[in-house]
């Protein structure tokens, strides 16, 4: 018998002490940090009946401290950014927020709320445009940026080496060699296969920062993506929405799935908000912060005309969850109908109750999800919540023409909402997103309409045929369920 067996024979009948600290010391740590409830016994059953397996993954997936090491001077930084640029270039929220509430009533809330958050402003005077798929966003950014003049910035979740990613990165080169000023960020893991964008671009003179690369000693930093798509082009033309630079969103006929999504341009004071985040974040890649003045920054801030914008951005150490707090206010002040696209739909308590309580008070609540999706795990997830939103009178539809990728909501023919949130516990507490709250009846009447066309490509869910769904898909809709907190 060797030394090691020896060992192992003799420390056998007590490994269970060291072990049964350990894993209480874990538990206790994660009662400690007050995660979500939901995620904190996912971790805890996981430990529990799969020990081993559970201390692997706690270990990569688990730590919150190293969100808080990370992301704390991040986020106080961009606090201290936002009130300096209030102090700065932003006045007279009060009347721009009395304005809003004269024309748009108890909708005005979500924007009082970010601005008494200190996470956002409210700038009017804008012109939208919206973007329907590839095949509209791509022509739309291509042409903005080969008019730029001083400066283009993209934010990426996605950006790929193909026919698409090649065509911008061309028209970047292009810009560059005539002096304009590019800053570009793409998240670590959305973006880990950028093939030879960096190569080319270096050859070219210009940088890349990559948000959070991913490394193996490090894998726990896949939890917290920067989910953002945004492009700001000389501080008065911004995009935000659901769509990266990809050809898969330009139905072309070179992929099967047909790929639905939605994007939005916006030009005016606005794309301050959009600067103003793409800043925060450019500082944290590179350390470097824009300067607060023109050109990246407009002064001419109008409070009282068309189109007022406000940004929803946040992240997983922002002071409160934005993205579904505005999501809920807006349910929670809608008297007529409800409208919303999303990818990926396992909702928080307080979404799930905002919109049964709406269904009940008589509100048309309709929802066009994904029939088929990129994630099978997440879609049998968002099986198990169907049936209490279908008793309850809340209208789900499954989209079938491909996959319906659109991040969209419209209140009362009065108010949109475009840009990265899914209605996920992953979007709206760890990812880095952003949207834009739109107050415009015109961009919700067209938004509406884009609605009314992707209904005829869905089918509509019925609760008592839900409700008899077989047990073996009930339950693997369930068991995907307790997998979701942790995703």
Known sequence: MGLFQLFYEFIKPWIWIPLGIAYMGIIFVILLENRNVNKALSYIVILIFVPVIGLIVFYFFGRDYRKRIRFKFKNEHDLNTIK????????NQENALKHLKTEFGSLSKPARMLINEQSSFLLSGNETKLLINGEEKYPEVIKALKAAKHHIHLEYYIFSDDDVGKEILNILIEKSKEGVELRILVDGAGSSDLGTIPKTLKENGIKLYRFMPVRFKN?????YRNH??????DGNIGFIGGLNIDE??????KHKLYWRDTHLKIEGPAVNILQLVFSTDWRYVSKKLLPLAEPYFSKQINHSGKSPITVIASGPISLRPYGMDSMVSLIHNARKNIKIVNPYFIPSDELKSALITAALSGIDVKIILPGMSDSTIVQRASYSYFKPFL?????IYQYTKGFIHAKTMTVDDKVSLIGSFNTDIR????????SALVYDRELAHQLN?????DLGNTVKLDYSTWKNRSINNRLLDSLCRLITPLL
């Open 449 to 453: 309409e884009q609605f009314e066309e």
């Open 248 to 253: 898969r969103y330009l139905n072309n006929g």
């Open 84 to 91: 300096k640029f209030r102090e700065e270039l932003v006045h």
């Open 427 to 434: 979007s709206f507490y760890i990812n880095y997103e952003a």
């Open 219 to 223: 894998l726990a930093s896949t939890n």
């Open 391 to 395: 008793y309850n009178g809340v209208k």
């Open 228 to 233: 953002r798509k945004m492009i700001i082009i």
